[in-house]
């Protein structure tokens, strides 16, 4: 099993999870954040100075989605391509993946192990 650590445009997640639905994923866990890439975040005046929730900062931060899940190894590549297919528009700050091996999982309710759990 992969956790896919997933951050994207808030205006893409309903794209992300119609594509994880497709997988039959059984959840996912979504956050709102803030944060930069390569891009440094220059949306605001040009000078470095951006307007977040009304305040002034030097922090280049730009709103982001983070959708956690935890997906069957068969199916990673699939959705990675899938994402990055439809989500992706070329330019910078579409988001990243990231994936980590997931050693068990166990449903709290059942009891139940590994894929099961899923």
């Known amino acids: 099993m992969k956790e896919l650590t997933i951050i994207i445009k808030p205006e893409k997640l309903e794209t992300v999870k119609e594509i994880l639905d497709t997988f039959h994923c059984g959840g996912m866990s979504i956050s709102s954040i803030m944060g930069c890439g390569t891009q440094r975040g220059m949306i605001g005046d040009g000078n470095g100075t951006n307007v977040i929730k009304g305040l002034k900062t030097n922090i280049n931060l730009l709103p ?52 099961k759990a899923l």
């Open 64 to 115: 982001k989605i983070q959708i956690t899940v935890v997906v069957d190894d068969d199916s990673v590549e699939d959705i990675i391509t899938d994402i990055v297919e439809k989500v992706g528009t070329g330019t910078t700050g579409d988001g990243k993946i990231f994936i980590r091996k997931v050693e068990e999982v166990i449903r709290i309710r059942t009891g139940e192990r590994g894929k």
